[in-house]
Protein backbone atom coordinates (compact mmCIF):
# COMPACT_ATOMS: atom_id res chain seq x y z
CA UNK A 1 0.00 0.00 0.00
CA UNK A 2 1.42 3.75 -0.96
CA UNK A 3 -0.33 6.60 0.24
CA UNK A 4 0.46 10.61 0.00
CA UNK A 5 -0.93 11.41 2.78
CA UNK A 6 -3.28 14.36 4.31
CA UNK A 7 -0.35 15.98 5.70
CA UNK A 8 2.62 17.44 4.73
CA UNK A 9 5.91 14.50 5.37
CA UNK A 10 2.66 12.20 5.94
CA UNK A 11 3.83 9.80 2.66
CA UNK A 12 4.05 5.56 3.68
CA UNK A 13 5.06 2.77 2.05
CA UNK A 14 3.31 -0.96 3.39
CA UNK A 15 4.09 -4.02 2.07
CA UNK A 16 2.06 -7.06 4.26
CA UNK A 17 1.61 -10.56 3.76
CA UNK A 18 0.42 -13.70 5.57
CA UNK A 19 0.04 -17.10 5.80
CA UNK A 20 -2.40 -19.05 7.35
CA UNK A 21 -2.70 -22.79 7.19
CA UNK A 22 -3.83 -25.48 9.17
CA UNK A 23 -4.77 -29.08 9.26
CA UNK A 24 -7.69 -31.25 11.19
CA UNK A 25 -6.51 -34.69 12.34
CA UNK A 26 -10.63 -34.79 13.46
CA UNK A 27 -13.62 -32.90 14.47
CA UNK A 28 -11.89 -29.88 17.12
CA UNK A 29 -8.51 -31.57 16.68
CA UNK A 30 -6.23 -28.46 14.74
CA UNK A 31 -3.15 -27.68 14.16
CA UNK A 32 -2.68 -24.17 12.47
CA UNK A 33 0.42 -22.08 11.25
CA UNK A 34 0.34 -18.75 10.75
CA UNK A 35 2.94 -16.71 9.51
CA UNK A 36 2.76 -12.13 9.13
CA UNK A 37 5.13 -10.04 8.10
CA UNK A 38 5.43 -6.73 7.55
CA UNK A 39 7.83 -3.83 5.53
CA UNK A 40 6.54 -0.55 7.02
CA UNK A 41 8.02 2.89 5.93
CA UNK A 42 6.47 5.83 7.41
CA UNK A 43 6.95 10.15 7.37
CA UNK A 44 6.12 11.62 10.56
CA UNK A 45 4.11 15.01 10.55
CA UNK A 46 5.07 15.23 13.95
CA UNK A 47 2.37 17.46 15.87
CA UNK A 48 1.03 21.36 16.09
CA UNK A 49 -0.55 23.66 18.33
CA UNK A 50 -4.37 23.52 18.82
CA UNK A 51 -4.70 27.02 16.50
CA UNK A 52 -2.83 25.30 13.89
CA UNK A 53 -4.11 21.77 14.41
CA UNK A 54 -7.72 23.72 13.97
CA UNK A 55 -6.80 26.05 10.80
CA UNK A 56 -3.74 24.59 8.64
CA UNK A 57 -3.96 20.65 9.63
CA UNK A 58 -1.75 19.85 6.45
CA UNK A 59 1.31 21.18 7.79
CA UNK A 60 4.16 19.08 9.32
CA UNK A 61 5.44 20.10 12.76
CA UNK A 62 8.06 22.49 13.47
CA UNK A 63 11.90 20.64 12.55
CA UNK A 64 9.98 17.85 10.75
CA UNK A 65 10.86 18.11 7.30
CA UNK A 66 14.57 19.48 8.79
CA UNK A 67 15.14 15.84 10.22
CA UNK A 68 13.08 13.82 8.09
CA UNK A 69 11.13 12.21 10.69
CA UNK A 70 10.24 8.38 9.87
CA UNK A 71 8.86 5.43 11.52
CA UNK A 72 10.35 2.39 9.40
CA UNK A 73 10.28 -0.96 10.60
CA UNK A 74 10.23 -4.43 9.48
CA UNK A 75 8.27 -7.16 11.71
CA UNK A 76 7.99 -10.95 11.35
CA UNK A 77 6.32 -13.23 13.15
CA UNK A 78 5.62 -16.86 12.98
CA UNK A 79 2.55 -18.68 15.44
CA UNK A 80 2.46 -22.47 15.74
CA UNK A 81 -1.49 -22.99 17.35
CA UNK A 82 -3.68 -25.72 18.14
CA UNK A 83 -7.09 -25.97 19.62
CA UNK A 84 -7.55 -29.77 20.29
CA UNK A 85 -10.86 -31.40 22.36
CA UNK A 86 -9.43 -33.59 24.50
CA UNK A 87 -12.76 -35.34 25.70
CA UNK A 88 -15.98 -34.33 26.07
CA UNK A 89 -16.32 -31.90 28.89
CA UNK A 90 -12.44 -30.53 27.85
CA UNK A 91 -10.76 -28.65 25.32
CA UNK A 92 -7.19 -27.18 24.88
CA UNK A 93 -6.23 -24.13 23.18
CA UNK A 94 -2.65 -22.99 22.87
CA UNK A 95 0.42 -22.35 20.96
CA UNK A 96 3.78 -21.13 20.51
CA UNK A 97 4.74 -17.80 18.99
CA UNK A 98 8.19 -15.52 18.14
CA UNK A 99 8.26 -12.27 16.64
CA UNK A 100 11.54 -10.17 14.92
CA UNK A 101 11.17 -6.35 15.06
CA UNK A 102 13.72 -3.96 13.56
CA UNK A 103 12.94 -0.23 13.87
CA UNK A 104 14.55 3.08 12.65
CA UNK A 105 13.38 5.78 14.26
CA UNK A 106 14.28 9.36 13.82
CA UNK A 107 11.97 12.28 15.15
CA UNK A 108 13.74 14.72 17.65
CA UNK A 109 16.43 12.52 18.26
CA UNK A 110 17.12 8.64 16.41
CA UNK A 111 16.10 5.87 18.02
CA UNK A 112 17.26 2.28 16.63
CA UNK A 113 15.80 -0.82 18.21
CA UNK A 114 16.43 -4.52 17.10
CA UNK A 115 13.86 -6.53 19.17
CA UNK A 116 12.96 -10.04 19.40
CA UNK A 117 10.06 -11.26 21.46
CA UNK A 118 8.93 -15.42 22.10
CA UNK A 119 6.22 -16.87 23.94
CA UNK A 120 4.01 -19.69 24.43
CA UNK A 121 0.52 -19.87 26.09
CA UNK A 122 -2.13 -22.76 26.82
CA UNK A 123 -5.62 -22.78 28.28
CA UNK A 124 -8.12 -25.57 28.89
CA UNK A 125 -12.12 -25.14 29.34
CA UNK A 126 -13.93 -27.81 31.31
CA UNK A 127 -17.88 -28.03 31.17
CA UNK A 128 -19.42 -30.84 33.32
CA UNK A 129 -21.12 -30.94 36.61
CA UNK A 130 -20.53 -30.79 40.43
CA UNK A 131 -22.50 -32.08 43.12
CA UNK A 132 -25.59 -32.59 40.79
CA UNK A 133 -24.74 -29.02 39.54
CA UNK A 134 -23.52 -27.25 36.18
CA UNK A 135 -20.61 -25.90 36.41
CA UNK A 136 -17.09 -24.98 34.59
CA UNK A 137 -13.81 -23.69 34.54
CA UNK A 138 -10.54 -22.69 32.85
CA UNK A 139 -6.96 -22.16 33.50
CA UNK A 140 -3.56 -21.73 32.00
CA UNK A 141 -0.61 -19.93 31.70
CA UNK A 142 1.23 -17.63 29.36
CA UNK A 143 5.00 -16.66 29.22
CA UNK A 144 7.01 -14.22 27.18
CA UNK A 145 10.30 -13.28 26.82
CA UNK A 146 12.08 -10.51 24.86
CA UNK A 147 15.20 -8.33 24.47
CA UNK A 148 15.70 -5.51 22.62
CA UNK A 149 18.90 -3.42 21.40
CA UNK A 150 18.63 -0.10 21.38
CA UNK A 151 20.60 2.65 20.25
CA UNK A 152 19.90 6.37 20.57
CA UNK A 153 21.91 9.08 18.23
CA UNK A 154 21.71 12.98 17.60
CA UNK A 155 19.47 13.63 14.42
CA UNK A 156 21.74 15.33 11.87
CA UNK A 157 19.24 15.53 8.89
CA UNK A 158 17.26 12.71 9.28
CA UNK A 159 20.93 10.95 9.81
CA UNK A 160 22.05 9.10 13.06
CA UNK A 161 25.06 11.72 14.21
CA UNK A 162 26.71 11.20 17.76
CA UNK A 163 25.40 7.96 19.47
CA UNK A 164 24.68 9.29 23.17
CA UNK A 165 22.86 6.30 24.18
CA UNK A 166 23.16 2.15 23.93
CA UNK A 167 21.43 0.20 25.88
CA UNK A 168 20.36 -3.90 26.13
CA UNK A 169 17.13 -4.44 27.74
CA UNK A 170 15.55 -7.79 28.68
CA UNK A 171 11.84 -8.37 29.83
CA UNK A 172 9.65 -11.69 31.00
CA UNK A 173 6.24 -12.18 32.10
CA UNK A 174 4.35 -14.99 33.10
CA UNK A 175 0.69 -15.04 34.28
CA UNK A 176 -1.09 -18.31 35.85
CA UNK A 177 -4.84 -18.06 35.80
CA UNK A 178 -8.16 -19.81 36.78
CA UNK A 179 -11.95 -18.89 36.35
CA UNK A 180 -14.54 -20.67 37.21
CA UNK A 181 -18.69 -20.99 37.18
CA UNK A 182 -20.78 -22.71 39.70
CA UNK A 183 -24.18 -22.59 38.97
CA UNK A 184 -26.16 -22.44 42.52
CA UNK A 185 -29.52 -22.92 40.79
CA UNK A 186 -30.54 -23.64 36.74
CA UNK A 187 -29.68 -19.44 36.30
CA UNK A 188 -27.62 -18.48 39.02
CA UNK A 189 -23.41 -18.99 39.19
CA UNK A 190 -20.86 -17.55 41.60
CA UNK A 191 -18.01 -16.80 39.80
CA UNK A 192 -14.35 -16.99 41.38
CA UNK A 193 -11.11 -16.39 39.92
CA UNK A 194 -7.43 -15.35 40.87
CA UNK A 195 -3.98 -14.64 38.49
CA UNK A 196 -0.39 -14.95 39.43
CA UNK A 197 1.99 -12.97 38.07
CA UNK A 198 5.45 -12.41 38.01
CA UNK A 199 7.69 -9.99 35.38
CA UNK A 200 11.55 -8.96 35.01
CA UNK A 201 13.43 -6.43 33.93
CA UNK A 202 16.73 -6.29 33.31
CA UNK A 203 18.45 -3.31 32.01
CA UNK A 204 22.66 -2.58 30.96
CA UNK A 205 23.52 0.46 30.04
CA UNK A 206 26.42 -0.66 27.11
CA UNK A 207 28.01 3.14 27.40
CA UNK A 208 28.00 3.64 31.16
CA UNK A 209 27.61 0.27 33.50
CA UNK A 210 26.77 2.77 36.96
CA UNK A 211 23.39 2.85 35.23
CA UNK A 212 22.56 -0.97 34.61
CA UNK A 213 19.53 -1.83 36.72
CA UNK A 214 17.63 -5.03 37.47
CA UNK A 215 13.85 -5.56 38.97
CA UNK A 216 11.39 -7.97 39.34
CA UNK A 217 6.87 -7.35 40.06
CA UNK A 218 4.82 -10.29 42.08
CA UNK A 219 1.16 -10.50 42.17
CA UNK A 220 -1.70 -12.35 43.27
CA UNK A 221 -4.82 -10.86 41.67
CA UNK A 222 -8.41 -12.60 42.69
CA UNK A 223 -11.74 -11.98 41.00
CA UNK A 224 -15.37 -12.91 42.72
CA UNK A 225 -18.79 -12.46 41.16
CA UNK A 226 -22.28 -13.23 40.60
CA UNK A 227 -24.02 -14.15 37.39
CA UNK A 228 -28.00 -14.13 36.44
CA UNK A 229 -28.38 -16.16 32.75
CA UNK A 230 -31.86 -16.48 31.47
CA UNK A 231 -33.53 -18.81 29.18
CA UNK A 232 -33.27 -16.68 26.30
CA UNK A 233 -29.39 -16.23 26.76
CA UNK A 234 -30.19 -12.96 28.61
CA UNK A 235 -27.16 -12.19 31.77
CA UNK A 236 -27.38 -9.91 34.37
CA UNK A 237 -23.60 -9.95 36.43
CA UNK A 238 -21.79 -8.20 38.98
CA UNK A 239 -18.11 -8.63 39.29
CA UNK A 240 -15.20 -7.43 42.03
CA UNK A 241 -11.43 -7.68 39.88
CA UNK A 242 -8.01 -6.80 41.28
CA UNK A 243 -5.24 -6.04 38.59
CA UNK A 244 -1.80 -4.96 38.53
CA UNK A 245 -0.20 -3.80 36.19
CA UNK A 246 3.82 -3.60 35.68
CA UNK A 247 6.09 -0.98 34.73
CA UNK A 248 7.29 -1.00 30.95
CA UNK A 249 10.89 0.24 30.12
CA UNK A 250 9.67 3.73 28.92
CA UNK A 251 8.33 4.34 32.64
CA UNK A 252 11.63 2.55 34.08
CA UNK A 253 13.99 4.36 31.51
CA UNK A 254 14.22 7.66 31.98
CA UNK A 255 16.86 10.05 30.58
CA UNK A 256 19.22 11.90 32.63
CA UNK A 257 17.66 9.65 35.92
CA UNK A 258 20.53 7.30 36.23
CA UNK A 259 19.02 3.50 36.52
CA UNK A 260 15.80 3.12 37.17
CA UNK A 261 13.39 5.88 37.77
CA UNK A 262 11.44 4.37 41.08
CA UNK A 263 7.63 4.13 38.97
CA UNK A 264 5.65 0.98 40.86
CA UNK A 265 3.17 -1.49 39.90
CA UNK A 266 0.19 -0.05 38.98
CA UNK A 267 -2.75 -1.47 41.26
CA UNK A 268 -6.33 -1.61 41.04
CA UNK A 269 -9.67 -3.05 42.41
CA UNK A 270 -12.65 -2.62 39.66
CA UNK A 271 -15.97 -2.87 40.42
CA UNK A 272 -18.86 -3.67 37.39
CA UNK A 273 -22.45 -4.17 37.16
CA UNK A 274 -23.82 -4.94 33.52
CA UNK A 275 -26.26 -6.91 31.06
CA UNK A 276 -26.12 -8.30 27.74
CA UNK A 277 -28.55 -10.10 25.72
CA UNK A 278 -30.60 -10.27 23.26
CA UNK A 279 -34.60 -10.02 22.45
CA UNK A 280 -36.87 -9.58 19.65
CA UNK A 281 -35.16 -6.98 17.04
CA UNK A 282 -32.79 -5.81 20.16
CA UNK A 283 -29.70 -6.88 20.81
CA UNK A 284 -27.76 -5.26 24.03
CA UNK A 285 -24.65 -4.87 26.22
CA UNK A 286 -24.23 -2.24 28.94
CA UNK A 287 -21.61 -2.33 32.11
CA UNK A 288 -21.20 0.42 34.40
CA UNK A 289 -17.96 0.16 36.04
CA UNK A 290 -15.66 1.90 38.86
CA UNK A 291 -12.09 1.80 39.41
CA UNK A 292 -9.95 2.86 42.76
CA UNK A 293 -6.43 2.34 41.40
CA UNK A 294 -3.37 3.50 43.45
CA UNK A 295 -0.32 4.40 41.24
CA UNK A 296 -1.60 4.61 38.15
CA UNK A 297 1.30 5.32 35.91
CA UNK A 298 0.46 8.52 33.78
CA UNK A 299 2.33 10.48 30.97
CA UNK A 300 2.81 13.32 29.85
CA UNK A 301 5.16 15.15 27.03
CA UNK A 302 8.23 16.86 28.36
CA UNK A 303 9.37 18.24 25.37
CA UNK A 304 8.05 18.21 21.57
CA UNK A 305 9.01 15.12 19.49
CA UNK A 306 10.77 13.27 22.51
CA UNK A 307 9.65 9.62 24.43
CA UNK A 308 6.99 11.06 27.03
CA UNK A 309 7.71 10.81 30.35
CA UNK A 310 6.01 8.67 33.24
CA UNK A 311 4.92 8.85 36.65
CA UNK A 312 2.95 7.41 39.02
CA UNK A 313 -0.39 8.94 40.42
CA UNK A 314 -1.03 8.98 43.58
CA UNK A 315 -4.97 7.99 43.85
CA UNK A 316 -7.24 8.31 40.72
CA UNK A 317 -10.71 6.90 39.72
CA UNK A 318 -12.25 5.31 36.86
CA UNK A 319 -15.80 4.88 36.45
CA UNK A 320 -18.02 5.23 33.88
CA UNK A 321 -20.91 3.46 31.13
CA UNK A 322 -20.05 1.23 28.62
CA UNK A 323 -23.22 0.86 26.03
CA UNK A 324 -24.01 -0.92 22.62
CA UNK A 325 -27.75 -1.53 20.80
CA UNK A 326 -28.64 -3.15 17.75
CA UNK A 327 -31.85 -2.69 16.27
CA UNK A 328 -32.71 -5.08 13.59
CA UNK A 329 -35.17 -2.60 11.47
CA UNK A 330 -37.56 -4.00 9.80
CA UNK A 331 -37.46 -3.87 6.06
CA UNK A 332 -39.33 -4.95 2.80
CA UNK A 333 -36.14 -6.18 1.26
CA UNK A 334 -32.88 -7.31 2.20
CA UNK A 335 -31.35 -6.62 6.23
CA UNK A 336 -31.05 -2.92 7.75
CA UNK A 337 -29.30 -2.79 11.40
CA UNK A 338 -29.03 0.02 13.83
CA UNK A 339 -26.14 -0.45 15.71
CA UNK A 340 -25.17 2.49 18.62
CA UNK A 341 -22.13 2.56 21.04
CA UNK A 342 -21.87 5.13 23.90
CA UNK A 343 -19.00 5.18 26.46
CA UNK A 344 -19.53 7.54 29.63
CA UNK A 345 -15.65 8.11 31.04
CA UNK A 346 -15.32 10.18 34.00
CA UNK A 347 -11.45 9.34 34.89
CA UNK A 348 -9.94 11.93 37.62
CA UNK A 349 -7.77 12.21 40.62
CA UNK A 350 -9.01 11.14 44.20
CA UNK A 351 -7.42 13.85 46.16
CA UNK A 352 -4.24 14.34 44.52
CA UNK A 353 -1.77 16.78 46.45
CA UNK A 354 -1.23 18.81 43.67
CA UNK A 355 -4.42 18.10 40.98
CA UNK A 356 -7.11 17.71 43.95
CA UNK A 357 -9.78 15.86 41.85
CA UNK A 358 -9.61 17.04 38.67
CA UNK A 359 -9.87 14.86 35.47
CA UNK A 360 -7.43 13.06 33.74
CA UNK A 361 -6.36 14.50 30.28
CA UNK A 362 -7.06 13.15 26.90
CA UNK A 363 -9.71 10.75 27.53
CA UNK A 364 -13.14 11.86 26.14
CA UNK A 365 -15.52 12.46 28.18
CA UNK A 366 -18.49 10.84 25.95
CA UNK A 367 -18.14 9.03 22.67
CA UNK A 368 -20.92 8.04 20.62
CA UNK A 369 -21.09 6.33 17.27
CA UNK A 370 -24.65 5.53 15.11
CA UNK A 371 -24.61 3.05 11.92
CA UNK A 372 -26.94 2.22 9.56
CA UNK A 373 -25.95 -0.75 7.70
CA UNK A 374 -28.07 -2.06 4.63
CA UNK A 375 -27.20 -5.41 3.08
CA UNK A 376 -29.64 -6.42 0.05
CA UNK A 377 -29.52 -10.27 -0.83
CA UNK A 378 -27.96 -9.20 -4.30
CA UNK A 379 -24.63 -8.60 -2.35
CA UNK A 380 -25.11 -4.54 -2.03
CA UNK A 381 -24.58 -2.92 1.16
CA UNK A 382 -24.15 0.54 2.28
CA UNK A 383 -23.49 1.89 5.76
CA UNK A 384 -23.27 5.47 6.81
CA UNK A 385 -21.87 6.29 10.26
CA UNK A 386 -21.63 9.25 12.63
CA UNK A 387 -18.36 9.49 15.28
CA UNK A 388 -19.24 11.74 17.57
CA UNK A 389 -16.97 13.13 20.23
CA UNK A 390 -19.99 15.12 22.07
CA UNK A 391 -17.94 17.42 24.78
CA UNK A 392 -14.60 19.18 24.56
CA UNK A 393 -11.58 16.91 26.54
CA UNK A 394 -8.73 18.17 28.94
CA UNK A 395 -5.48 18.52 27.54
CA UNK A 396 -3.18 18.86 30.93
CA UNK A 397 -3.88 17.73 34.19
CA UNK A 398 -4.02 21.08 36.03
CA UNK A 399 -7.40 21.50 33.80
CA UNK A 400 -6.40 25.21 31.94
CA UNK A 401 -7.21 24.02 28.07
CA UNK A 402 -9.62 21.75 26.57
CA UNK A 403 -9.61 20.35 22.89
CA UNK A 404 -12.39 20.74 20.92
CA UNK A 405 -15.11 17.70 20.28
CA UNK A 406 -16.06 16.75 16.95
CA UNK A 407 -19.21 15.10 14.81
CA UNK A 408 -17.67 12.96 11.46
CA UNK A 409 -19.93 11.57 8.71
CA UNK A 410 -18.42 8.85 7.07
CA UNK A 411 -20.13 6.44 4.19
CA UNK A 412 -19.08 2.91 3.40
CA UNK A 413 -20.63 1.14 0.62
CA UNK A 414 -19.67 -1.98 -2.32
CA UNK A 415 -20.61 -4.72 -3.59
CA UNK A 416 -20.10 -8.34 -2.27
CA UNK A 417 -20.26 -10.73 -5.34
CA UNK A 418 -20.41 -14.67 -5.40
CA UNK A 419 -17.48 -15.32 -6.50
CA UNK A 420 -15.93 -13.98 -3.19
CA UNK A 421 -14.86 -10.94 -4.52
CA UNK A 422 -15.98 -7.91 -2.93
CA UNK A 423 -15.79 -4.07 -3.98
CA UNK A 424 -15.96 -1.08 -1.83
CA UNK A 425 -15.69 2.77 -1.54
CA UNK A 426 -14.61 4.15 2.26
CA UNK A 427 -15.76 7.43 2.29
CA UNK A 428 -14.57 9.35 5.41
CA UNK A 429 -15.37 12.51 6.96
CA UNK A 430 -17.73 13.54 4.08
CA UNK A 431 -18.25 16.90 5.66
CA UNK A 432 -14.35 17.92 5.77
CA UNK A 433 -14.79 18.65 9.10
CA UNK A 434 -11.23 20.21 10.75
CA UNK A 435 -10.78 18.40 14.12
CA UNK A 436 -8.13 17.31 16.18
CA UNK A 437 -8.29 13.26 16.59
CA UNK A 438 -5.20 12.53 19.06
CA UNK A 439 -2.92 14.68 21.43
CA UNK A 440 -0.32 14.26 23.82
CA UNK A 441 -1.18 14.95 27.43
CA UNK A 442 1.13 18.11 28.94
CA UNK A 443 1.38 18.62 33.44
CA UNK A 444 0.15 22.40 32.58
CA UNK A 445 -0.71 24.22 29.64
CA UNK A 446 0.11 27.75 30.97
CA UNK A 447 3.65 26.86 31.26
CA UNK A 448 4.42 23.26 29.25
CA UNK A 449 4.98 23.53 25.42
CA UNK A 450 1.16 22.70 23.82
CA UNK A 451 2.28 21.63 20.17
CA UNK A 452 1.07 17.82 20.99
CA UNK A 453 -2.18 18.14 18.49
CA UNK A 454 -2.27 15.29 15.67
CA UNK A 455 -4.58 17.12 13.36
CA UNK A 456 -7.18 14.56 12.19
CA UNK A 457 -7.85 13.83 8.08
CA UNK A 458 -10.00 15.95 5.85
CA UNK A 459 -12.53 14.35 3.33
CA UNK A 460 -10.89 11.05 2.36
CA UNK A 461 -11.91 8.35 0.10
CA UNK A 462 -10.43 5.17 -0.58
CA UNK A 463 -11.41 2.23 -2.71
CA UNK A 464 -10.48 -1.16 -3.48
CA UNK A 465 -11.00 -4.78 -3.89
CA UNK A 466 -10.76 -7.57 -1.98
CA UNK A 467 -10.95 -11.41 -2.60
CA UNK A 468 -11.50 -13.99 0.28
CA UNK A 469 -11.83 -17.92 -0.30
Known amino acids: ?150 GLYVNMGGQSGFQFGRGHQEASG ?45 WFAPRI ?45 TGELGTRGKSGVFTWDVTLYRAQIKGELLSFSAATGYPAAFFNARNTVHQGLEASLDWRAPVAVGKLVVRQTYAYSDFRFDNDPIYGDGRLPVVPEHQYRIALNYAHPSGFFVEPAIDWRLSKVYVDYANTLKAPGYALLNLNTGWKLKSGVTLYIDARNLTDEKYVAEFGAVTDARTASTDVFYPGEGRSVFAGVAYRF
Open 225 to 269: GLLWQGDTGTQIYANITQSVEPPHYGALVQSPVPQFVPVRAQKAV
Open 174 to 218: LDIFAEGRYFTTEKLAVVLGASYGKATRDYTDRLNATNNASKDFN
Open 1 to 150: MKADGYRTHSKQDQTRASLNVGYTFGEEQEVRLIVTGADINQEVPGTLSLNAALTTPENAGAGVEANDWARDQKVGRMTVQTHWRLSDDLVFEGGIYATATSLHHPISIVIDQEIHTQGLFGRFDWNGTLGGHKADLFYGLSYRQGTSNQ
